[in-house]
Every structure is written in structure tokens, then in C-alpha cells.
């Protein structure tokens, strides 16, 4: 009775580890074994061997990994993808000029010919995974230090990817799980040459901007399309005109049945990073300490930015890009931070570790294998904890100057040709390029603010010791006023002056390097990198070691404490499966949030004046008429829902399918009241959000008019 009691006990203390309803990203290998059962009570009518299977076509063969980091899905027989707008934005904008502004009009191919290729742009298909753990381990001993365990670990890792990828086109790369208790081993096949092919315009696309970035309610079309090439046996292979759409092993059908509450749903995609297991101590310091921090240094940077962006139009466009992307990791500390406090993070990891203290003390050979842990847990963490306020300034203060950032990538040019002595021209020449992609989009008078405010954030929180001397000396020849030395130091660096840079580069010789590299702007940043390399780096690279030995030891220890209980390892961008429910929730007192959108939203923001809800006249016009095809739902069209899928970033683009393995949706975010489900999850208040799959439709077929490309699609009605 007693011992009932207290396991019962343990499960209620121990519901963050535990996956319960709707938390957790699986191993698509590993369902069967552990999930498909919960799947089906939620609802699942495939089987396993649909959602992964290396035997038969299964749904993951039409995943892929788009570009760096986010995901695609295939949904035609002839190779078309839909990922997110802002998963393609980069590529739309590269295309885009001042007479084809595709980010601003959007871009539709009315025909193959028209679908425009994208050097550098790749997607990855799974192949396979395996387990590999007993090779990676091979040779491992237990008496080994963290750095020989390491090398150990590499070298195996090295010999795998390659003999598993021996002979055949594919890539290989081996992931830890759990910290490095389990490996796998990923296999890959790339294609290179993938085509945009269609993608709305921004006022679609990235519709409510950063006012609505990471909330709900929600109306972004927040999808884009692009086609796969292949040669003409197809295989991958680079560019090349003579390419064909590729035949995929597996599409997508798309369901345009509708959703309803409850109805199951799965996102299976890439999502990159997550830290379920930190301790206590480290959820203190991500709440207390790290994003309070970091939330204030970019609070600073964004008023600057918005202020010049508010008075002057070119300077908005300029740096709209730069602000969305600093607004959006800020907006995410902000929810972050509220719903570790909200959700009590931190006592509720103390509470997992007083019981991970007592059944350790349960037994002499448990206190031999995980007796240490705890205790140095926090050892470890309270020695981190200057160092990390340290790198945080160094990240989000001193590297806030864009100036010196770009000083920064000018290292390798200096250093190579005074090392050779020779002056190293077809870097010069790519250092050309950079140099006017950068002034492209930089304005200098927002640049001198933020350096006055970050480097006297930087200066006055570290220690002198961490200051640059060129940086402690500018300050003081300027009369010991920031601003004064933000004046200097940008009235004397060549890295603040675009014509000046390019003559140099243009006739570039080891002069020309010696130059640069005493510049004010490239020494303050050198001098930077020595201190921190010499000091915080250092302590933190051994830090992270030790803690990587402990986490890996906890980990295994709560594993075994809690044998009845599911674990999913941490996401590292692998492929993984996340099953929940369509869902609205209730964000605060009184206020309850229904699971979806609809176009009625849409025209009822773009009455409220706000930059970020301006609207197409022409998706005005067919709402006004009710013009909405057969897309039509009770009077108007559905945009965006919300599920209960524990996704994060890198899940952006990743499929939504429902019970029956359809595409309802394409994952393009979360609701900020719970975006620390990378920490801690919440069933209550952690929600995914997705366009819906009918929106993409309804924008391709009755506002683009490529309704060619919804022929080609499999649509289950
Ligand atoms: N919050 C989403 C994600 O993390 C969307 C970001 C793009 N949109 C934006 N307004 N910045 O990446
Ligand atoms: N927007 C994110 C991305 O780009 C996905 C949203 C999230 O972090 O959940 O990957």
C-alpha cells in the first residue's frame, strides 16, 4: 500500500517527464514500439509502417528537410513541395528586383518553364535510420575521461557514416540521443536543383508580420512552393535544364474534408532543438538570469531600429528583415520566460530531483553510479553562471553592431594573405560582393545608436578585464561619453564606408590587409575574440563537457527510475513524430481561444490601420464577393488552426495530417503562451499553429489563378 502510494505520488510530481497527452517527439522508427497503441486510442487509422517504413513507400518519403532548417512535404506525383513563406523568403527575395518584386507581388510559374532554379538550395530525403549505438560505443570504456570518450565516440562515428553511405549517392550523420545513451544513424538522399514555384505576396504570406509573430488568433498564409528536379533516371544532380520534375516514392493527398476539435492530427517534420531534462538550476538561470537579459539588450536594439524605420520608408524596407529576425527570438524569451514562471519550472525540476535524490539513496550502487550528480549539477552551474552572462553580452551586446559583425567575416581574408603574403584575390573579389551586399540593406545612423547603447551595456556589466583595450582607449580619447565614441570610432573604420572598402578590396594586396587588420572596427573585434577565447570560451567548452557526462548519467538514471514511462529524446533535427488534436485553449481569466480562423479575420484587420494587417485589394475584392470557389466553408474560408503538436523551430513547413495520413495543414508556428514547451510542456497552453491546407488552395486557385497546380495534386474530398 505504501509503496502504491508513493509511485502514485511520483507520477504527479513527475508529470514533466512523463509524456502524457499529446507531449513529445518521437523516433519514427521507434511508434510501433512505443506510440502506435496511444495513436490509435487518439484516434490514428494508418499503421505504423505507414508513417515510417524502410520496406514499402511509407509518409516519411515525402518529408523532406528544406533547405537548412526548416521542413517541406511533397504533395504530387511530379515532385511539388509546400513549405512555409518564410522557410522560401530568403530565396523569393534573391529573386526579387525592383521590376519582378516576387517578396511584394508574390510569384506564380504558369508553366514548368517558368519555375525559377535556386543554386544553393537542396532538399533531404530520409532513407533510413538505424540504431547504432553498440558501434558508436565500440571501444568506449567507462574509465575514460569526457575528451577521450569523445574522440573515441568521432572516430567511430566517422568510420559509420561513411561505410553505411559506401558506394551510393546518399549522406550519412549520427545523432546522440538522450544525450549520448542511444545513437542513430541517418541516411540521406539530397537533390539540388529545386525550383520556386509559386509563393503569394507578403502581405499574404507573412500577413500580421511581427505584431501577430508567434500569437493567436492568427491569419498568415504562411506557405510556398517549390518542385524538385531530378536527371533523367531520377536521381539527384545539379542544375541543369535538362532536369525533370522528380517521380517521388510517396505524395501527400490533401484533405479538404475540414477539421473539428479533437480530430487527431500528427506533425512529422524536423524540429531542432530542445532541452527537456536541464535541471532546476539551469531553468532558474534561463528565467532569471539568461533571457531577462537578453529580452532587454534587444528591447534597446528594437526601439532604435523602429525608431528610424517609423520616419523614413527606404530604411523600413532595409531593415525589415533584420528586425523580424531579432524581434522573433525576443518575442519567443518573453513567452518563454512567462510560462517557465506561470507553469513554476523551476520547483517543479527541484521536486524531479528531491525524488531522484531519495531513490539514489535506496541503494549503495546507486549512490556509486548517480550520488554525484546532483550536487555537481550545482557546482557546475553556479561556476557557469558568469560566463554566461558574459557570452550573452558578448552575443546580443557587442555583436549587436552590425559593423563589427561585418568586420568579423573579413578574419579569414586578412589572415590568409598576410599569412601567405600574398594578397588572396578571389577572396578579395567575394569580399566585393559581401561589402555591397551589406551597405545594400545598412543604415549607418541606426548602427552609431546601438553601439553607443550595446557597448556601454557591454563595458559597464563585464568585468575590465573582458573590455578590448582599443575599446577602453576609444572611450576615453572620447571623452568618456559613448556616443562621442560611437561617433569616432564610425567616422574612422573603413568597414563604415562602402566606397572606400570596395577601392580597397578592388586592388587588394598585403598592405591592403595590414591596413584593415589594425582598422578600428576589425581590432576591437579581434581583441574581443582573444579575450573571450583565452577566457570565458575556454571555461565554458570544459563546463559543457562535464555537463554533457552528468546530463548523460541523469538521464539514464531517471530511466531507470521511472521504468514505467515513456522518454523522447531531445530534438537535434532529426525527423520525429509529434501526434495531438485540433484545439483552441484558454490563454488567460475568461478568455477562450476556438481552433480556427477564417478570411472574415482577415478583413476585419485590415480595418484597424496597422502596418502589419495591410491586405491585397484583390483578396479584399473576392472576400467582398464571397468569391471562394468550391473552398468555401459556411460563408467563407478557413486560414489557420490551432492543434496540441509538440513542435519547435525547424517544424516550420512541417505537414499536418490527420487520422488518415492527409495533409490538413502546414505547421508555421506556436502560441506564445507556450512556447516553453522547449523547456517544459504544457498541455494546456502549448498549441502548434498551421495555415490551413484549404487557404493554400483558395489563394493558389482563385487568387493566383494556378489552379493548373492543384491538377496535380491528389485531393480527397
Ligand atoms: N515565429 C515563427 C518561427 O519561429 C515565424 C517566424 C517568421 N515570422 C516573423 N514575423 N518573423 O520561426
Ligand atoms: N516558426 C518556427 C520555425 O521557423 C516554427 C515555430 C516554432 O518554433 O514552433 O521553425
Not at 137 to 153: C, F, H, I, N, Y
Not at 217 to 226: A, E, I, Q, V
Not at 537 to 560: F, P, V
Request: negative net charge; aromatic residues 12%.
Amino acid at each position: 500500500m505504501k509503496r502504491l502510494f508513493i509511485s502514485f505520488l511520483m507520477a504527479i510530481v513527475l508529470l514533466p517527464y512523463g509524456a502524457k497527452a499529446d507531449e513529445g517527439m518521437w523516433l519514427p522508427m521507434l511508434i510501433e514500439k512505443y506510440n502506435f497503441a496511444d495513436m490509435q486510442s487518439k484516434g490514428f487509422r494508418l499503421t505504423a509502417e505507414d508513417v515510417y517504413s524502410i520496406n514499402q513507400p511509407s509518409i516519411k518519403d515525402a518529408i523532406v528537410i528544406f533547405g537548412r532548417g526548416c521542413t517541406g512535404e511533397v504533395i504530387s506525383p511530379e515532385g511539388l513541395i509546400i513549405t512555409n513563406h518564410h522557410c522560401g523568403y530568403g530565396v523569393i527575395q534573391r529573386h526579387s528586383s525592383v521590376e519582378h518584386d516576387y517578396l511584394t507581388n508574390g510569384f506564380w510559374a504558369m508553366s514548368r518553364s517558368e519555375e525559377l532554379p535556386n543554386p544553393g538550395l537542396t532538399v533531404r530525403f530520409l532513407v533510413r535510420m538505424d540504431d547504432v549505438t553498440t558501434q558508436v560505443l565500440e571501444g568506449v570504456s567507462p574509465d575514460m575521461t569526457e575528451v577521450e570518450r569523445q574522440a573515441k565516440v568521432n572516430e567511430n562515428t566517422k568510420r559509420i557514416s561513411d561505410e553505411v553511405v559506401e558506394g551510393t549517392h546518399y549522406t550519412a550523420r549520427v545523432a546522440p540521443m538522450y544525450n549520448g545513451n542511444q545513437y542513430f544513424v541517418y541516411i540521406y538522399e539530397e537533390f539540388l536543383d529545386v525550383r520556386l514555384v509559386g509563393a503569394p505576396p507578403s502581405s499574404i504570406g507573412k500577413f500580421g508580420g511581427d505584431t501577430d509573430n508567434w500569437m493567436w488568433p492568427r491569419h498568415t498564409g504562411d506557405f510556398s512552393l517549390f518542385r524538385i528536379y531530378a536527371d533523367k533516371d531520377n536521381k539527384p544532380a545539379e542544375y541543369s535544364p535538362d532536369n525533370v520534375p522528380y517521380t517521388p516514392k510517396r505524395h501527400l493527398p490533401i484533405s479538404i474534408k475540414g477539421i473539428e476539435p479533437g480530430d487527431f492530427t500528427m506533425v512529422y517534420g524536423y524540429p531542432g532543438s530542445t532541452q527537456q531534462y536541464i535541471t532546476s538550476h539551469e531553468v532558474n538561470q534561463v528565467t532569471n538570469i539568461s533571457n531577462p537579459l537578453k529580452i532587454s539588450l534587444r528591447d534597446a536594439r528594437l526601439d532604435i531600429m523602429k525608431g528610424y524605420m517609423q520616419s523614413n520608408d527606404t530604411v523600413r524596407i532595409q531593415y525589415a528583415s533584420k528586425q523580424a529576425s531579432v524581434a522573433n527570438a525576443w518575442k519567443k524569451w518573453i513567452g518563454e520566460r512567462n510560462g517557465l514562471i506561470r507553469l513554476d519550472a523551476v520547483a517543479k525540476k527541484q521536486a524531479i530531483e528531491a525524488d531522484f535524490e531519495s531513490w539514489v539513496n535506496q541503494s549503495p550502487e546507486r549512490k556509486a553510479e548517480y550520488g554525484h550528480l546532483l550536487p555537481r549539477f550545482e557546482e557546475l552551474y553556479s561556476k557557469r553562471e558568469p560566463l554566461l552572462v558574459a557570452t550573452d553580452y558578448s552575443r546580443e551586446a557587442f555583436f549587436a553592431v552590425e559593423a563589427i559583425r561585418f568586420a568579423s567575416q573579413f578574419n579569414r581574408l586578412i589572415s590568409s594573405t598576410l599569412k601567405d603574403v600574398e594578397p588572396n584575390a578571389d577572396l578579395a573579389q567575394s569580399m566585393v560582393e559581401n561589402t555591397r551586399r551589406f551597405f545594400k540593406d545598412y543604415y549607418l545612423p541606426i548602427d552609431r545608436e546601438i553601439f553607443a547603447e550595446m557597448m556601454e551595456a557591454f563595458t559597464q556589466n563585464l568585468h575590465d578585464s573582458l573590455h578590448p583595450a582599443k575599446l577602453s582607449e576609444l572611450f576615453i580619447q572620447s571623452n568618456s561619453s559613448w556616443s562621442t565614441a560611437a561617433n569616432n570610432f564610425f567616422s574612422s573604420s573603413i568597414f563604415a564606408d562602402s566606397t572606400k572598402l570596395i577601392a580597397l578590396l578592388s586592388n587588394f594586396d598585403v598592405e591592403a590587409a595590414k591596413n584593415l587588420k589594425k582598422d578600428i572596427a576589425f581590432e576591437i573585434y579581434w581583441q574581443h575574440d582573444s579575450l573571450f577565447n583565452a577566457s570565458i570560451n575556454q571555461q565554458q567548452r570544459s563546463i559543457s563537457q562535464e555537463l554533457d557526462l552528468l546530463y548523460r548519467a541523469y538521464i539514464k538514471g531517471l530511466m531507470e527510475m521511472m521504468p514505467e514511462r515513456r522518454f523522447y529524446p531531445d530534438a537535434n533535427f532529426t525527423l520525429r513524430v509529434a501526434y495531438g488534436h485540433v484545439g483552441g485553449y484558454n490563454p488567460s481569466d475568461a478568455v477562450e481561444y476556438i481552433h480556427q480562423t477564417t478570411l472574415d479575420g482577415i478583413a476585419e484587420k485590415s480595418e484597424m490601420g496597422v502596418y502589419d494587417y495591410v491586405v491585397p485589394q484583390r483578396l479584399l475584392d473576392l472576400h467582398a464577393a464571397k468569391d471562394f470557389g468550391r473552398w468555401e466553408v459556411n460563408g467563407t474560408v478557413p486560414v489557420a488552426f490551432l492543434a496540441s503538436n509538440h513542435t519547435s523551430g525547424g517544424n516550420s513547413g512541417s505537414p499536418v495530417v490527420n487520422a488518415y495520413g492527409h495533409l490538413i495543414g502546414v505547421n508555421f508556428d506556436r502560441v506564445w503562451e507556450g512556447t516553453m514547451s522547449d523547456i517544459m510542456f504544457d498541455p494546456d497552453m502549448c498549441r502548434n499553429i498551421s495555415v490551413d491546407i484549404r487557404y493554400a488552395l483558395f489563394i493558389i486557385d482563385k487568387f493566383a489563378g494556378a489552379g493548373h497546380l492543384i491538377e496535380e495534386m491528389t485531393i480527397v474530398d
